[in-house]
C-alpha cells in the first residue's frame, strides 16, 4: 500500500523545526497574578509599520542597486525616478506565498496600465533564481534581483524565525496548495536563500515620479501578510 502524505505534512515537516516559536498562543492571563501573556515580548510579531518613509532611508536608498534579467546593475530608486510604480518586495524567488502575491498584483495590471503605473517586483537572490521565477510564473510585470538584498535592510523590513512559521501562514500555505500552487524547493535552498535562513520577509511600495516621492508602503509583518489589492489601487491608481 502507498504512502499518503498530506500537504499539511509536508509543510510542517519540511518547514518546521520543533521549537516554542512554532505555536502562537492567544493571550492568558495568569491565574495567580493577571499579568502573563503569550506570546512573550521576545517573540510577539512585530507591529505592521504603515507610513512615510524617512528621509534618511530615501537617501540610502539611492545607494542601493539591484539586477535586471540581464545582470545590469540599476540603482533601486531609478525604478522610479521617471514614473509611478508599484514595487513588491518578495520573500524569495521559490517562495509559494509569493507567486501567490505576483499574481494578484498582476490580476490588477491592466488597472495600473491605463493609470501609467509600472509594476515591478524584486527579490533576494540571484539574477538566474530571478530568471527562474519568470519562467516558471510568467510575471508580467519587471523582475529585478537583490543579491545583497540590500534594499530591504534599507526599508527596515522584518526578518526572523518567528516572522515565518506562524499559524497564519502555514493556513495560507495549506490553501495555496490546494488551488495548485506550488513552492520551488530548489530554488528556496540555494545559497542566496539559505545563508539568511530563508527568514526575510518583504512588502509593498507606491513610489515616483522623482527619486524621492514614496506615497504608500507597506511592510509585512509576517510571512503571507499581503495587503488589500483595493489600498494599493487607491495609492497607485485613484
Known amino acids: 500500500m502507498g504512502t499518503t502524505i498530506s500537504v499539511c505534512h509536508v509543510y510542517f515537516s519540511i518547514n518546521h523545526q520543533p521549537s516554542i516559536s512554532n505555536t502562537v498562543k492567544p493571550k492568558t492571563k495568569s491565574r495567580f497574578d493577571g499579568t502573563h501573556r503569550w506570546p512573550p515580548p521576545s517573540l510577539a510579531l ?89 519562467e516558471q510564473t510568467k510575471f508580467k510585470g519587471e523582475v529585478y534581483a537583490d543579491p545583497n538584498q540590500s534594499s530591504y535592510e534599507a526599508l527596515r523590513f522584518v526578518s526572523g524565525i518567528t516572522t515565518t512559521f506562524t499559524p497564519k501562514a502555514g493556513l495560507k500555505i495549506i490553501q495555496l ?46 510571512a503571507g501578510d499581503d495587503p488589500e489589492i483595493e489600498d494599493i489601487l487607491k495609492a497607485c491608481c485613484s
Not at 491592466?110 to 540571484?126: E, F, T
Not at 496548495?177 to 536563500?193: H, I
Open 177 to 222: 496548495y490546494m488551488e495548485g500552487y506550488r513552492q520551488d524547493w530548489k530554488l528556496s535552498f540555494e545559497e542566496n536563500t539559505v545563508k539568511k535562513g530563508g527568514w526575510q520577509q518583504g512588502g509593498i511600495l507606491v513610489a515616483g515620479p522623482g527619486k524621492r516621492n514614496i506615497s504608500y508602503i507597506f511592510k509585512d509583518k509576517e
Open 46 to 134: 512585530p507591529e505592521r509599520v504603515e507610513s512615510e518613509v524617512s528621509e534618511d532611508t530615501v537617501d540610502l536608498l539611492d545607494t542601493v542597486k539591484v539586477f535586471d534579467l540581464n545582470g545590469n546593475g540599476i540603482p533601486i530608486s531609478d525604478l522610479w525616478k521617471d514614473r509611478k510604480a508599484v514595487v513588491a518586495f518578495a520573500r524569495h524567488f521559490g517562495c509559494v506565498l509569493c507567486r501567490k502575491r505576483a499574481d494578484y498584483l498582476a490580476s490588477k495590471k491592466d488597472v495600473m496600465d491605463k493609470s501609467g503605473v509600472a509594476l515591478v517586483l524584486i527579490g533576494p537572490g540571484s539574477v538566474d533564481q530571478a530568471k527562474t521565477f519568470v
